[in-house]
């Protein structure tokens, strides 16, 4: 008998316990980090300044440095595209988390 009036209370807590999480809302979270792939490294580099041409240069000393500036600004092209190409990944990741929150919150305002 007294082993039953001790239970008989703990019964009724987990019940009403019970009963309370049911009425309460639960809401859905999105734990997913959001990311950018920019490597801080090709953030970080600049593209190569073209050279100077010193006065009394020869024709072969100025086409030497034309070939050396035309190669920096075709590295320097790749580089600007591999932003690009970084910057828009970065957007789309953002659209996709952005869309994900917007369906989530869609389905919380259609619930009574």
Same mark, same amino acid.
């Given at each position: 008998?007294?082993?039953?009036?001790?239970?008989?209370?703990?019964?009724?807590?987990?019940?009403?316990?019970?009963?309370?999480?049911?009425?309460?809302?639960?809401?859905?979270?999105?734990? *997913?980090?959001?990311?950018?792939?920019?490597?801080?490294?090709?953030?970080?580099?600049?593209?190569?300044?073209?050279?100077?041409?010193?006065?009394?240069?020869?024709?072969? *000393?100025?086409?030497?440095?034309?070939?050396?500036?035309?190669?920096?600004?075709?590295?320097?092209?790749?580089?600007?595209?591999?932003?690009?190409?970084?910057?828009?990944?970065?957007?789309?990741?953002? *659209?996709?988390?952005?869309?994900?929150?917007?369906?989530?919150?869609?389905?919380?305002? *259609?619930?009574?």
């Amino acid at each position: 008998m007294r082993l039953t009036t001790c239970f008989l209370p703990t019964l009724a807590v987990v019940a009403a316990l019970t009963a309370l999480t049911g009425c309460a809302p639960t809401l859905p979270v999105l734990v *997913e980090p959001i990311g950018c792939p920019v490597d801080a490294a090709v953030l970080a580099r600049r593209c190569t300044p073209p050279r100077p041409i010193a006065d009394g240069s020869t024709y072969g *000393e100025v086409l030497a440095l034309h070939q050396l500036d035309r190669q920096a600004l075709r590295d320097c092209a790749a580089h600007d595209q591999a932003l690009a190409d970084m910057i828009g990944a970065c957007q789309r990741a953002i *659209e996709a988390y952005n869309a994900k929150l917007a369906d989530i919150n869609r389905r919380n305002a *259609e619930r009574p």
